[in-house]
T-cell receptor, first 116, second 113 residues
């Protein structure tokens, strides 16, 4: 298995531009998570999906952030318009929930976003 | 709500020395506990996990951790550190419908030759 795949690995954009981060979870995993990592706030959960349905987006910082999961193999995190304070590393993770306890969460390599 | 505290921001040890990284958690029920490691520019790799049963769990790369309910702790240990262990280590508690993770602030480990 290729693991959780995120793209792009690095993104540099200008303030005010739209940014879309992409994630392909591990096949068979039914829970997907988006985390943000910054020096100031550490690793924060932004939103998570169960079976493609958003369950809790209370961690999404502002209305400028939105996430979708149109099918079991793809999710996006969009920032529109982007601001310099959005600069961070964004991680996607997936796990198999349910059954006899499921698995642990597996993380992608992350997308390093720089907004200038 | 759950929380995780890693009291040591940075630890330095000599290669071959023993290591213990501290983790305390706050959670109202039996926790699912994890240790992840992150090398520079990389994602998070699971070292070990505790769901239930034996409170001493073994992980990859020679790491182990002990769950102590009375102390709300899940400390990570390694008897002999290798230079390649230099990285940042995160303790996490999993809770909720998808066992979503709440992370500690991390401990940066430096290994001296």
């Amino acid at each position: 298995d290729a693991g959780v795949i995120q793209s792009p690995r690095h993104e540099v954009t200008e303030m005010g531009q739209e940014v879309t981060l992409r994630c392909k979870p591990i096949s068979g995993h039914n829970s997907l998570f988006w985390y943000r990592q910054t020096m100031m706030r550490g690793l924060e959960l932004l939103i998570y999906f169960n079976n493609n349905v958003p369950i809790d987006d209370s961690g999404m910082p502002e209305d400028r952030f939105s996430a979708k999961m149109p099918n079991a193999s793809f999710s996006t995190l969009k920032i529109q318009p982007s601001e310099p304070r959005d600069s961070a590393v964004y991680f996607c993770a997936s796990r198999r929930s349910g059954g006899t306890g499921g698995t642990e969460a597996f993380f992608g390599q992350g997308t390093r976003l720089t907004v200038v | 709500a759950q929380s995780v505290t890693q009291p040591d921001i940075h630890i330095t040890v000599s290669e071959g020395a023993s290591l213990e990284l501290r983790c305390n958690y706050s959670y109202g029920a039996t926790p699912y506990l994890f240790w992840y490691v992150q090398s520079p520019g990389q994602g998070l790799q699971l070292l070990l996990k505790y769901f239930s049963g034996d409170t001493l769990v073994q992980g990859i790369k020679g790491f182990e951790a002990e769950f102590k309910r009375s102390q709300s702790s899940f400390n990570l240990r390694k008897p002999s550190v290798h230079w390649s262990d230099a990285a940042e280590y995160f303790c996490a508690v999993g809770a909720g419908s998808a066992r979503q993770l709440t992370f500690g602030s991390g401990t940066q480990l430096t290994v001296l030759p």
